[in-house]
């Protein structure tokens, strides 16, 4: 589990190729390594990923093609090498942002992303089938950054992103046009699940 505060931003240095998928190496020196184990979970751009060798600042993960075919950013490409960096939850942790998987429910399309005040606004078009399980001033998180919902026009959702945000995550990258992960709040999840399950059709 995760909080989707990020710890760091890593980049991706190398890529090797797998039989199905990818095995990346990340550096992340402002990240403190030194609690991370083998099999530990760190989450990258909010996708969970098993760290499989740790040497100094650098670790390396491997990438299914299950995973690599449902989300966006794990390939390196298009020079697109900086990730947003979270190390698992502990139950003793700060909850300083809501319950995260790590488990990307859908990619999302960035539509506008325009300076507000000292602020910006981002709005985000989800998948159709994700739109019903995101819900006005709910959570929800974005290439791994826990944030809150403002409005929601059908499948669009604005979101505000202060400066701290813009200045601490990869989402000063973002562009009208740019893919991005998202993952709806557990809560609304297991909701539709359940509906699903006793013949309830969602709206």
């Known amino acids: 589990m995760f909080t989707g505060i990020i710890s760091a931003i890593g980049s991706i240095t190398q890529v090797t190729p797998l039989e199905t998928g990818l095995r990346l190496a990340i550096q992340a020196p402002t990240l403190d390594l030194s609690d991370v184990a083998l099999g530990d979970s760190i989450a990258h751009n909010g996708v969970c990923l098993t760290v499989i060798s740790k040497e100094g600042a650098t670790y390396q993960v491997d990438v299914s093609r299950e995973t690599l075919?449902?989300?966006?950013?794990?390939?390196?490409a298009g020079g697109a090498s900086e990730l947003n960096l979270e190390k698992a939850l502990r139950l003793s942790d700060r909850l300083g942002g809501h319950l995260v998987a790590g488990h990307v429910d859908g990619v999302g399309e960035v539509i506008r992303l325009a300076p507000v005040g000292e602020s910006h606004e981002l709005v985000i078009r989800a998948p159709q089938e994700l739109?019903?399980?995101i819900a006005s001033k709910g959570s929800i998180t974005v290439n791994g950054v826990s944030l809150t919902t403002n409005r929601i026009?059908?499948?669009?959702?604005?979101i505000n992103l202060i400066p701290h945000t813009m200045a601490m995550t990869t989402l000063h990258h973002l562009r009208v046009g740019s893919r991005v992960n998202l993952e709806v709040d557990l809560i609304a999840r297991y909701v539709e699940r359940i509906l699903i399950a006793s013949g309830v059709t969602a709206v």
């Open 69 to 76: 075919d449902c989300t966006v950013g794990l390939d390196g």
């Open 131 to 133: 739109a019903k399980t």
């Open 153 to 158: 026009t059908n499948a669009d959702f604005s």
